[in-house]
């Protein structure tokens, strides 16, 4: 039966996930307890044993903060570590028939069943990671119009297929161009 792998891959999936949740809140709640520890003592006079706390507190509560869902989220679409400030970031991805997408074509205003989508976020990044989104857009092109786009006619693309393949392969090859 074709489901009994993918079933597997999704059970995999959930767990690594309920894993990865379970961690990072451990990690949060260590490093809130940490912190709050070493400010008591901090407070209360012990200043070398309230700074370490501090650092573990914090360490903790970085580590936490990157291992949840969307911290590897951003992770993922980080920089180089030698980005800092303000910059707009550019990123595409197929559209495929499959997923019933809504919306129109910039270019040419057909519906789009299958294309590509690009999004525009003009973000805040440290050391490369997006910490602060200032705001976002969505460009959707029509497969005809992803083509001209994205600069990949020619004469592989004779069926709507292979027309994605294409496209996902030059999505491909930028994605990895930007890291
Ligand atoms: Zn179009």
């Known amino acids: 039966m074709p489901e009994t792998p993918s079933t597997l891959v999704a059970a ?7 894993l990865y949740a379970a961690g990072s809140l451990l990690a949060l709640l260590v490093g809130v307890v940490a912190t709050a520890a070493g400010l008591v003592a901090g ?5 070398v044993p309230g ?3 501090l650092v573990v507190g914090v360490a ?3 580590l936490g903060a ?8 951003r992770i993922a679409r980080r920089h180089g570590p030698t980005a800092f400030g303000r910059r707009p970031t550019v990123e595409s991805r197929i559209v495929r028939p499959e997923e019933s997408f809504d919306g129109r074509c910039v270019r040419c205003g057909a519906s789009v069943e299958s294309g590509a ?14 910490l602060y989104t200032h705001e976002t857009g969505e460009n959707a092109y029509c497969l005809d119009c992803a083509l001209d786009e994205f600069g990949v006619r020619d ?4 069926t709507d297929a292979d027309a994605l393949d294409a496209l996902a392969e030059r999505e491909s090859e930028t994605t990895e161009a930007t890291q």
């Open 60 to 62: 903790f509560l970085l």
């Open 51 to 53: 700074a370490i706390l």
């Open 155 to 158: 004469d592989t693309t004779d």
């Open 43 to 47: 407070a209360g006079g012990d200043l």
């Open 117 to 130: 989508v690009r999004r525009y976020r003009e973000e805040t990044l440290v050391a490369g990671v997006p």
């Open 12 to 18: 995999a999936d959930a767990t690594s996930e309920l």
């Open 66 to 73: 990157a291992t949840t869902r969307r911290g590897r989220r």
